[in-house]
T-cell receptor, first 117, second 114 residues
Framework: DSGVTQTPKHLITATGQRVTLRCSPR?????VYWYQQSLDQGLQFLIQ???????AKGNILERFSAQQFPDLHSELNLSSLELGDSALYFC????????????????FGPGTRLTVL | LAKTTQPISMDSYEGQEVNITCSHN???????ITWYQQFPSQGPRFIIQ???TKVTNEVASLFIPADRKSSTLSLPRVSLSDTAVYYC???????????????FGKGTKLSVIP
């Protein structure tokens, strides 16, 4: 158990819909990362938040957005869903020292499996 | 943005040492190299991280040559439970931007044979 929790575990929805995935980081971790994992694209970094602020952006679509709340939990919002958005979405957390520190070990949650029909 | 290349798959017999190499030709000065292990239906799990030369922990070693354009994860005496996908991650702070760039490789599927 990494200490990172994600809800829901599974989500089935239809094209055009909007969903919200939730992540609670390990106690004390200020950074939250979101990843998408699909069979053809592998593990893709989407976005990172540190203590409520966006820190880094990867291959995140404009239809997707995220935020980190004052209690440090994070939500990933996916809208106008397409069949190709079906994937495993992972959240990870880490302790961050600051923008010039070395990259820290990330602890991954169990993931949310999204199926778009 | 550092791009990484790994072999798609590897087979090994139990008890052998396995070396998995990741190429990252345009690694940036501030980038670190991290390896993760992933079992089916689970999130990746940290194995080891390094910046240059050699790093060793209780489960693996990481070799990084002086030019840092590649890295090799070494797993000593693998067992059946080491069958998993291994990912190379290159990333670090973006100088002056206060943010990070993170690039995962496509992963190497290691199959350990009895």
């Amino acid at each position: 158990d990494s200490g990172v929790t994600q809800t829901p575990k599974h989500l089935i929805t239809a094209t055009g819909q909007r969903v919200t995935l939730r992540c609670s980081p390990r106690s004390g971790d200020l950074s939250v990362y979101w990843y998408q994992q699909s069979l053809d694209q592998g593990l893709q970094f989407l976005i990172q938040y540190y203590n409520g602020e966006e820190r880094a952006k990867g291959n995140i679509l404009e239809r997707f957005s995220a935020q980190q709340f004052p209690d440090l939990h994070s939500e990933l919002n996916l809208s106008s869903l397409e069949l190709g958005d079906s994937a495993l979405y992972f959240c990870a957390s880490s302790v961050e020292q600051g923008p010039t520190s070395s990259y820290n070990e990330q602890f991954f949650g169990p993931g949310t499996r999204l199926t778009v029909l | 943005l550092a791009k990484t290349t790994q072999p798609i798959s590897m087979d090994s017999y139990e008890g052998q040492e396995v070396n998995i190499t990741c190429s990252h030709n345009n690694i940036a000065t501030n980038d670190y190299i991290t390896w993760y292990q992933q079992f089916p239906s689970q999130g990746p799990r940290f194995i080891i991280q390094g910046y240059k030369t050699k790093v060793t922990n209780e489960v693996a070693s990481l070799f990084i040559p002086a030019d840092r354009k590649s890295s090799t994860l070494s797993l000593p005496r693998v067992s059946l439970s080491d069958t998993a996908v291994y990912y190379c991650l290159v990333g670090g702070p973006v100088s002056g931007a206060g943010s990070y760039q993170l690039t995962f490789g496509k992963g190497t599927k290691l199959s350990v044979i009895p």
